[in-house]
C-alpha cells in the first residue's frame, strides 16, 4: 500500500481564451474561488471602484450557486458592495447587469461548455464584455502574490441584513433592454414551430417565455437542472445535440435554436434536422445585418471563423477584423473599432447594439428574425434560405476535430508541437497548394492556406488539455482531407 504526499503548494491559476476552468473538487475549490473573488476585489479596490459594486452570477453546475456565494462573501469582505443573482441565470445576464448598473466588474461562475465534471469562474469588464488581457493579467498577478494567504470574508446572511448583497432577477430588465433592436411581438406572431435545446443549461425557460403569448409554437426539451448534462458536454455541436437534429428529421418543426451550458453560445438546425455550422451561423448573421437590417460598420472575426466574412465584406463594403481566439480580444476590438458583430468559432456573437460579448438567447432570436424576413422574401424553408447565402458568400463546409491529451503531459506536448509543427506544415490541402503559413498572433498554432481560400488551422486550447484542428474548404471531401492532414501533423509528433 502507497502513501499519496500531501502538498500545500497553492495551484496556479490562468485564465484563457475564456476564463479559468478546472476539474471541481481537484483544482477547483472553494479555497481556489475564494482567491480568484480576492483578486477582482482587489483589482477594483486599487482602481478605487469600490462603490461601483461587483455583480456576481452563476449556472446550473453542481454546487455553482455555492461558489458564487463563496465569492460573494469575500468580496464584500473588502467594502464592495454585491449584486448576486436571484437563481441560474445566462452568463451574459452578468454583461447586462454590469452594464446596466454602472459596476466596477462581474464574476461569474460557470465552466461555459467544459465537461460536467468542471467548472469555471469568468470575469466581465465595466463594458459587460469579457476582461481583457490587461485585466485578467493584473488579477493573475494579485492571485499569485496572495498565495497562501489567509482571504478574508464575511458572511452572506450578515452581509445581506447590512445592505452589502442585493439578490436581483434580470428577465424585465433585459426585455426592455433588447426591445429596440429585436420585435418580439412579431417574432411571437409568426406563423412557426420552433425547437429550442438548451441542454439543460441556464438558459432554459429563456426563449419560450421571451416569445410567448402569440401565434409561434416553441417546443423546448431538456429544461430541466441536470449537472450531468445527459451525459454529454453541453456545447451546441454533434452529438451532443443529435436528439434535437433527430425531432427536428422527425418533422413539425420549421427550425431548431440551441444553446450551451451556459447560454451565450447558440446553435442551429434546419427544418430537415441537418446541423448548421457556426461559421455558417456568422455567414448568416453578418448577412442579416448587412441586407435585411442595411448596416455597414465593421465585423469582428477570430482566426478560426469563416472566410464568408471576407466575401460579404468586400460584396457589402464592410471593414473586417481579424483577431485571436478569444472573446477576451473580440470584445475590446468590437469597441475598439465600433463594429456591429463579433463571432467565434465555438458559436459566440456579440452585436454592437446590444452587447460586445456573447448571447446565445439574443443570437438565437436574430436568427429567428432573419428566417422570417427570409420567408417573406420568399426564400424558404430554412434550408433554401442557407442556400441562398451560399449563393452570394461562396461555399463553405467546415469541421473540428478536439484530440484529447493526459493534463500532465499537455504542457510539454505543447511546447514541443508549438517547435515541430511549422517542420511538417502541409505543402497542399485537399490537393490545392498551400501558399502562406502564418503564425497566431497568441503564440498557440499556426494556420495554413491553400490558393483556393481553404484553411487548416492547429490550434492548443486555452481552456482545456487538447489540440483543435479546424478546416474550412469548399467541399465536405476537401474537409475529410484537410482534417486527416492535421490530425496526422499532431499525432505523428
Known sequence: MSAIAATSEPTRIVFGTDGWRARTAD??????????????????????????????????????????????????????????????????????????????????????????????????????????????????????????????????????AAGLVERYD???????????????????????????????????????????????????????????????????????????????????????????????????????????????????????????????????????ETAMAERLGERYGVPVHEVPVGFKYIGPKMIETGAMMGGEESGGFGFGMHLPERDGIFTDLMLLDLFIREREAGRWPVSKAIAHLHEIAGPSSYRRVDIHFDKAVYPALKGRLLKELPERAPTALAGRPVVRTQPLDTKDGFKFFADDGSWLLVRFSGTEPLVRVYTEATSSAAVDANLTAGEGMVREA
Open 27 to 160: 483544482e477547483y475549490t472553494f479555497v481556489n474561488v475564494r482567491r480568484c473573488a480576492s483578486a477582482v476585489a482587489e483589482y477594483v479596490v486599487q482602481r478605487g471602484e469600490q462603490s461601483q459594486g461587483i455583480v456576481i452570477a452563476y449556472d446550473r453546475r453542481f454546487a455553482s450557486e455555492h461558489f458564487a456565494a463563496a465569492a460573494a462573501e469575500v468580496v464584500v469582505a473588502q467594502g464592495i458592495p454585491v449584486a448576486l443573482a436571484a437563481h441560474a441565470v445566462p452568463t451574459q445576464m452578468s454583461s447586462f447587469e454590469v452594464v446596466q448598473r454602472g459596476s466596477a466588474a462581474g464574476i461569474v461562475i460557470t465552466a461555459s461548455h467544459n465537461p460536467w465534471t468542471d467548472n469555471g469562474f469568468k470575469v466581465k469588464s465595466p463594458t459587460g464584455a469579457a476582461g481583457g488581457p490587461e485585466m485578467l493579467n493584473a488579477i493573475e498577478a494579485f492571485i499569485a502574490a496572495n498565495a497562501g494567504q489567509e482571504i478574508p470574508r464575511r458572511p452572506l446572511a450578515d452581509a445581506e
Open 170 to 304: 434580470p428577465y424585465a430588465g433585459y426585455v426592455e433592454f433588447i426591445r429596440p433592436n429585436i420585435d418580439l411581438d412579431r417574432l411571437a406572431a409568426a406563423d412557426m414551430s420552433v425547437l429550442v435545446d438548451p441542454l439543460y443549461g441556464a438558459g432554459a425557460g429563456w426563449i419560450p417565455r421571451l416569445l410567448a403569448g402569440g401565434k409561434i409554437k416553441v417546443t423546448e426539451i431538456h429544461s430541466e437542472r441536470n449537472p450531468y448534462f445527459g451525459g454529454v458536454n453541453p456545447e451546441p455541436i454533434p452529438p451532443n445535440i443529435d436528439e434535437a437534429m433527430a425531432k427536428l428529421a422527425g418533422g413539425g418543426y420549421d427550425v431548431g435554436l440551441l444553446l450551451d451550458g451556459d447560454a451565450d453560445r447558440c446553435g442551429l438546425g434546419d427544418e430537415r434536422g441537418t446541423f448548421i455550422s457556426t461559421l455558417q451561423i456568422f455567414g448568416l448573421l453578418m448577412y442579416y445585418l448587412v441586407e435585411h437590417r442595411g448596416l455597414r460598420a465593421p465585423v469582428v472575426k477570430t482566426v478560426n
